[in-house]
Nanobody, 122 residues
Framework: VQLQASGGGLVQAGGSLRLSCAAS????????MGWFRQAPGKEREFVAAISWSGGSTYSSDSVKGRFTISRDNAKNTVYLQMNSLKPEDTAVYYC????????????????WGQGTQVTVSS
């Protein structure tokens, strides 16, 4: 599975962005997907995950109620809708895939995209 993240950019606090992650490979629909982020000088952290069917999602406490993960298996794409953005959301956002159930640990994921920069100005 190869992953290509896009949709990052510069936005003011309170604004919205939607990230996309396009996947190649015929088994995308059998992979759970996750979004992670890494701010300068910090470790990569879990943001949200979704099951292979899309029927189950999980988000970190820091983004719960503001970010929504979804997927379209017909388009081999997973999305991260980010609303009410805050300066502390500034980071490089990565999508990741793993065979089986969604997990929160980054070491549980086998495939990674290249990352897309999100910058939130105050």
């Amino acid at each position: 599975v190869q992953l290509q993240a896009s949709g990052g950019g510069l936005v003011q606090a309170g604004g919205s962005l939607r990230l996309s992650c396009a996947a190649s490979g015929r088994t995308f629909s059998r992979h759970a997907m996750g979004w992670f982020r890494q701010a300068p000088g910090k470790e990569r952290e879990f943001v949200a995950a979704i099951s292979w069917s899309g029927g189950s999602t999980y988000s970190s406490d820091s983004v719960k109620g503001r970010f929504t993960i979804s997927r379209d298996n017909a388009k081999n794409t997973v999305y991260l809708q980010m609303n009410s953005l805050k300066p502390e959301d500034t980071a490089v956002y990565y999508c990741a895939a793993r065979w089986g159930e969604q997990k929160v640990g980054l070491y549980e994921y086998e495939y990674w995209g290249q990352g897309t920069q999100v910058t939130v100005s105050s």
